[in-house]
Structure formats: structure tokens, C-alpha cells
């Protein structure tokens, strides 16, 4: 019997995190109580994209989307919607007032601005289940270019439809598979860079959870374009569910003969195989990548030959990423010309961007490109929490820089976000309020670069680390005047001399909020303030001597005695000893301690 | 898997049990399931109506339930519910008048007045 009622529950990273797995259970068992196991089904799916309000649970035919489920809501979600037809009001994602009608998916207005090409099976098929992908017409662009175009047909199609890469260079697909398409070689590779590391981004990861399938057909048909019979996705070892999943449905495909020898009888044979990275940042480089795929310690070369001449084991090679993949399949079925209307002249298509920080709906996203950045924080981000004010964005990882709020009307796409010093990335997007030091964020960035660099070519391992030792001496209190204009300097070098992308863009975040945010950089070295209030050493604890009560809680509460003086009369912080771990403001209960 | 044709089968077999998962342009039965309407016997006739559709691979149409709508006397009862929000409430069902309302009303749009609940407040 076909069911009636099919219960959605998301199983991606974050969902399963705030236990969905054990909702899955739940839901199963309480079928069963109620006898109803034959009418309802349970379908773990990929991201629905609304992490913040997970997890997740869609129950169709009704389309009725519940947020914020806990293990223990599932009984009254049985009893209640599946057994009496009564839809959970007080789950409804949504607002919070009465709401009589259901409210779909489609509906929030979280999900309505967007356009999923990339994510149109995430949150909507079991990844784990080959026919749901199917029935979606997966395999179909496959079946289509094996048996009715040339390799060079599908060249041509991809690059008609303007596809560019999504990992971050926004380089034309279609021409980097024309490239290694026209190298004459015995072996040829094509490779999936799913080594997602840009702090925050995981929309590669939620693709390979919620639609591995999409990939493992996008790259055997980016095989028959280039004559290429292996492909290797290079995935992190921290993503363990995708890994899973990506592995089971390799299996499934191979079942079916659609990887393998002599795909739907036509002679063409694709093998396909995982590569697992230990997570180092670098080996999202290209060169690095493919070396460590090899084998290797993951390095970086340089470049030319480029990957499409000499690549993995010096084969001409494509390296595609996960997100760039996923959208080739769509442009087989429906046409490069349709995927070609969407987006701007420049920047065709959609992108999908992993919103996080500062915002109410932190959550993955898919827009047209050209959407405003305003429309992506406000109105699918649901704007900043707590009222504060939008400071900037930071897009593109620790590559990228940062958009000010003065640009917050600006279309996303690659070439107006490289214009503002910024670049579109793998689709990181840091939201950041007024409570950001923006000087400190520029830390972090750097931080995390001198962590990842692989060490091979000097200005990546020494530069960088020289850029941080400054903005560590500038957010202690300790920078000067001439420190900004040496940043600079050694900013432009490492740019102009570092062996591969990630150190050419190392300083990118640096110099983006050094045109942007001097000011706050001048407050930090000239007046020795940090204006947000994150920089400690700046700041100073001292008590109010008005609003101060004299009760002495603070003195005995200070672990270091900073703290003295005489009961009922107010008290004095000695600013010597104070080591700024705000115990004492804590516990005054007159908020007489001040912290700036 | 050999061909095109092979897909296909796979991809039209799935699709019928996911259509499920479409909420645009759609028929919703609607099977009263209250108390009243389980002791009239509306589980099977639920399980009728999936059945119908199941047989006649009808994507179109989706089957969920309600609780009572004050009627008990005509249990077991449904509402048809057409794309354009028409409704329509069937009254007194079997397995049957289940056919009939697949076969007239679903498929060829066509409501059986004989069935619904106007017919008998008449």
C-alpha cells in the first residue's frame, strides 16, 4: 500500500546534532503503537537550509513544516496530526500567532526569495534511496548526453549556459572542460574539491548529505565531456555523515550500472572513488589538493601547467567544486538557455550561501545571483538579533573581505563583490553587528590563515604571521600609527609573491577592513580605544562610585583581590592586579561596574 | 540497468509514491477520523481510497484526515477538496461510493451529488 502521510525529518549535520535521529525513532515507534506503520512513512532527508530552527519536520500531503522538534514533541505529532488530522499549532514554523492554516515550505517567507538549483533535492528527497533521486529526473541528464550529445555538444552547452565556479575563482565551467577536453592524453581525471574549509561555509557538505547523487552523475558526465574514465571527490574526513552517504550512494549507483563499465550500454565506462583529507586548509587549493590525492603531504605547485594540461599524476585533469557540480545535471535537462535567464549578465545562475553570525535565520540559502544583499540579511536572514545595528558582512572566507553597511544595496555577484575588495568564495557569509571589532575580526581571519599555511613558500609562512604579530600588538593596545601603513606594505607583498591562491589572499581580509574600518583601526592605535568593546586589553573594569553601595560582594567575589576598601562606602578597583574576567560586574546586583 | 526505458520505469514508479510530497494543484480527500468516524468504519475507508488511487496511479489526489465535524450521524464521511478550493462532503461511505467518487469526481471531475451530504439533508 502506498502511504498516506510521509513525516520528513532532516538528517543533516546540524539537524542530527539536535537529535534527529532519535526523533526518526520516535516517530517509528509510535507508529507502530498506533498501528498506523502501513499508512505513514518516515523520510530522512538532506538540509532544509533553516539550521537555526531545527530540526526540521515536513509532514506532506499537508506540507505543514515544524521547527524546534524535540524527541518528546513526536507523541503529540502522532497523536494529534497523523491520528486526528489536527496540525501541532504550537510547532508551526512561522510566527508565533494563531495560525489557521497550515503553512508549507513553500509559504515561509525564509524559503520563498529563494531559488534552489543547486539545493533542489535537499530537505526534498532521502538521499540514502537512489529512486527518490530518480523520480527527480536524476540520472536523466546522464542517460541524455551518453546517448544524444558529443563531449563537445555537452562543452558547448556548459558553456552557453555560463556557468562559473562555485568554490570561489568563478572561473566559466565550460571552458575548463574545454581546456582538458582538447588535451590528448592515454588518462584523464575529473575531481570534486568537497574539501569545504572557509570558517562557517558548509553548503558543499549539505549538498553531499542531502543529494550525493547529483554529484556522482555530474561528474561522470563531466568525464564523458573531457574523455575522462575516473573521477576522485576529495572529501574531508570531518564530515563522517556525508561520507556515509556519498559512499552508500556510489554503491546504489553501482547497483544500477550507472557507474561502472558500458553506462546504458554505450560503451562509456566511469569509476569513481573517495579520497578522504585530513582537513587542512590548504588542500582546498587545487594543486594541493590533487597532491595530496597522489599521496603527498598537500602542498601547493605552481601554476602553469595548469590542471587541465598536467594535473593528478600529470594527466590533464578538472577540478570541479561540489556546488558547481550539482548544478550541471539541471543545465543538461533544462536547457542551457534557462539557467542562462537567471542571475545577471555576468554571474549566471544561483549561489548558495551558509548564513551565519550576527542573523535571526542563520541557515543555508540559494538566490539569484544579482539578489541584493540587503534582501539575503533582512528578509530570508530575518535581519540582526536584539535590534542592534548591521555592521557588515564578510563574504568569502579567509580569503574575502568585508561588504560595510554603506554597500548593503549592492547585487550579489563575482565581479560587484571583487569591486568592493570582497569576493563571493565558496559562499561564507559572517553577518557582524555593531558589537564586532572589526579590527579583531581581521585577527581571527589572519589567525586562521598562519594556523593553515602549509609553510612552502615564504611569504604565506613568515608575511602572514608578521600581519598578525601587529594586529595582536594593535588589539593589545600596544600598535602605532606607522603599524597600519606596514601592514600594508607587507599586505601587498605577500599578495604579489605567495606560491598559490590561499596565500595570495591571505591579507585580503586585512586590507578590506583597513579601507573600510580605519577609523576603528586609528581609535584602536591612536586613542588606544577599542569602539565595540571586544578588545579586553583596552578596557578597564571600574566601579561607579554613585550608584556603588559599598555591600563588598564584588571584593570578595574578585579572585585576584582587586578589589578593597571599606563597608558602605564605595569601593576601588586596583587596575594593576584587575585581569578583566568581569566577575565583579557579574555579581553587583546595582550595576555599579562599568566595563569599557 | 540497460537503458533509458529502464530509468524511466524506475523514475515514473518512484514518482507515484512521491507525488505525495507536492502540495500544488492537487485533490485532498479529507477522511473524518474521529472517534465517531473510526467506529463507523473510517480506517478502511481510508484505506479504500489510498487503494483507488494507488490502482489508478493517480498523482493527482492526496488522502489525509480530520477530526469530527459535529455530523457524527453521517459518519463515515470525507471532503473532496478540488485544486480551485471547492469542497465537497461525501456522507454515509463504503467501499463502493469510494470507487464511484475516485472514478467520477477525481479522475473525471465530475462530483456525485447522489453521495453528499446535500443529497440527504434534502
Redesign the interface.
Known amino acids: 500500500m502506498i502511504s498516506r502521510t510521509h513525516v520528513l525529518v532532516c538528517g543533516g549535520t546540524g539537524c542530527a546534532a539536535s537529535k534527529s535521529t532519535e526523533i526518526m525513532a520516535q516517530f517509528e515507534k509510535h507508529f507502530l503503537a498506533k498501528g498506523i506503520e502501513k499508512e505513514a512513512k518516515v523520510v530522512k532527508t538532506g538540509c532544509f537550509g533553516l539550521c537555526e530552527k531545527g530540526p526540521i519536520v515536513v509532514i506532506y500531503p499537508e506540507g505543514a513544516t515544524y521547527a524546534n522538534v524535540k524527541p518528546e514533541d513526536v507523541k503529540e505529532i502522532v497523536e494529534e496530526h497523523l491520528l486526528k488530522g489536527r496540525i501541532v499549532k504550537r510547532l508551526l514554523l512561522g510566527d508565533t500567532e494563531a495560525q489557521d492554516v497550515a503553512r508549507s515550505l513553500e509559504n515561509v517567507g525564509f524559503f520563498s526569495r529563494q531559488l534552489r538549483i543547486a539545493l533542489r533535492n535537499c530537505g526534498v528527497i532521502n538521499p540514502e534511496v537512489i529512486d527518490e533521486y530518480i523520480a527527480r529526473d536524476g540520472y536523466a541528464a546522464l542517460g541524455k548526453v551518453l546517448t544524444k550529445m558529443k563531449p563537445q555538444d555537452v562543452i558547448a552547452e556548459m558553456k552557453k549556459s555560463g556557468l562559473r565556479g562555485r568554490g570561489g575563482g568563478g572561473f566559466p565551467t565550460g571552458m575548463k572542460w574545454e581546456f582538458a577536453a582538447v588535451q590528448k592524453a592515454d588518462r584523464k581525471y575529473v575531481c570534486c574539491n568537497a574539501d569545504e574549509g572557509d570558517p562557517g561555509a558548509f553548503m558543499d557538505r549539505s549538498v553531499l548529505e542531502g543529494d550525493p547523487h547529483s554529484i556522482i552523475e555530474a561528474m561522470a558526465i563531466a568525464g564523458y565531456a573531457i574523455g575522462a574514465n575516473q573521477g576522485y571527490v576529495y572529501v574531508r574526513a570531518e564530515y563522517p555523515i556525508a561520507v556515509q552517504r556519498l559512499r552508500l550512494a556510489m554503491d546504489q549507483a553501482r547497483g544500477y550500472g550507472l557507474l561502472g563499465k558500458n553506462i546504458f550500454e554505450t560503451g562509456f565506462d566511469f569509476e569513481l572513488e573517495i579520497r578522504l583529507g585530513a582537513g587542512a586548509f590548504v588542500c582546498g587549493e587545487e594543486t594541493a589538493l590533487m597532491t595530496s590525492i597522489e599521496g603527498h603531504r598537500g602542498e601547493p605547485r605552481p601554476r602553469p601547467p595548469f590542471p587541465a594540461v598536467k594535473g593528478l599524476w600529470q594527466k590533464p585533469t578538472i577540478l570541479n567544486n561540489v556546488e558547481t557540480f550539482a548544478n550541471v545535471p539541471v543545465i543538461i535537462n533544462k536547457g542551457a538557455d534557462w539557467f542562462a535567464s537567471i542571475g545577471t549578465e555576468k554571474s549566471k545562475g544561483t549561489k548558495v550561501f551558509a548564513v551565519g553570525g550576527k542573523i535571526n535565520n542563520t541557515g543555508l540559502v540559494e538566490i539569484p545571483m544579482g539578489t541584493p544583499l540587503r534582501e539575503v540579511i533582512y528578509d530570508i536572514g530575518g535581519g540582526i538579533p536584539n535590534g542592534k545595528a548591521f555592521k557588515a558582512v564578510q563574504t568569502g572566507g579567509p580569503s574575502g573581505g568585508c561588504i560595510p553597511a554603506a554597500h548593503i544595496d549592492v547585487p550579489i555577484e563575482y565581479d560587484t563583490l571583487i569591486a568592493l575588495g570582497s569576493m563571493m568564495g565558496s559562499g561564507g557569509m559572517i553577518v557582524m553587528d555593531e558589537d564586532n571589532c572589526m579590527v579583531d575580526i581581521a585577527r581571527f581571519f589572519l589567525e586562521f590563515t598562519v594556523d593553515e599555511s602549509c609553510g612552502k613558500c615564504p611569504p604565506c609562512r613568515i608575511g602572514t604571521k608578521r600581519m598578525l604579530e601587529i594586529l595582536e600588538r594593535i588589539t593589545q593596545g600596544k600598535g602605532e600609527l606607522s603599524d597600519l601603513e606596514k601592514l600594508e606594505t607587507l599586505a601587498n607583498s605577500i599578495k604579489q609573491s605567495a606560491l598559490c591562491g590561499l596565500g595570495q589572499t591571505a591579507p585580503n581580509p586585512v586590507l578590506s577592513t583597513l579601507r573600510y574600518f580605519r577609523d576603528e583601526y586609528l581609535a584602536h592605535v591612536v586613542d588606544k580605544k577599542c569602539p565595540a568593546g571586544v578588545c579586553k586589553a583596552m578596557m578597564t573594569y571600574s566601579i561607579v562610585e554613585d550608584k556603588c553601595k559599598g555591600c563588598g560582594i564584588c571584593a570578595k567575589r574578585c579572585p585576584v583581590d582587586a578589589i578593597s576598601g571599606v563597608v558602605k562606602l564605595p569601593y576601588r578597583i586596583d587596575q594593576g592586579k584587575c585581569i578583566k574576567c568581569g566577575v565583579c560586574m557579574d555579581s553587583c546586583k546595582f550595576a555599579a561596574i562599568t566595563f569599557k | ?4 526505458k529502464d ?1 524511466e520505469a ?2 515514473d ?6 507525488s ?2 507536492e ?1 500544488e494543484n ?1 485533490t ?1 480527500i ?1 477522511v473524518g ?2 472517534t465517531c468516524g473510526i467506529a463507523a468504519g473510517a480506517r478502511p475507508i ?2 479504500a481510497f ?2 483507488e ?2 490502482l489508478r496511479g493517480l498523482h493527482s489526489a ?6 469530527c465535524v459535529g455530523v457524527c450521524r453521517y459518519e463515515p464521511m470525507c471532503d473532496v477538496i478540488d485544486p480551485n478550493g471547492d469542497r465537497t462532503t461525501y456522507i454515509n461511505l463504503d467501499a463502493g461510493k469510494v470507487r464511484r467518487i475516485v472514478a467520477e469526481h477525481i479522475v473525471n471531475r465530475r462530483p456525485v451529488t447522489a453521495f453528499t451530504i446535500g443529497a440527504a439533508e434534502r
Open positions: 540497468m540497460k537503458s533509458l530509468l524506475i523514475r514508479r518512484a514518482k507515484q509514491e512521491m505525495l510530497r502540495t492537487k485532498r479529507i477520523m474521529a481510508m484505506a489510498n487503494q488511487l494507488e492526496s488522502v489525509s484526515i480530520t477530526g
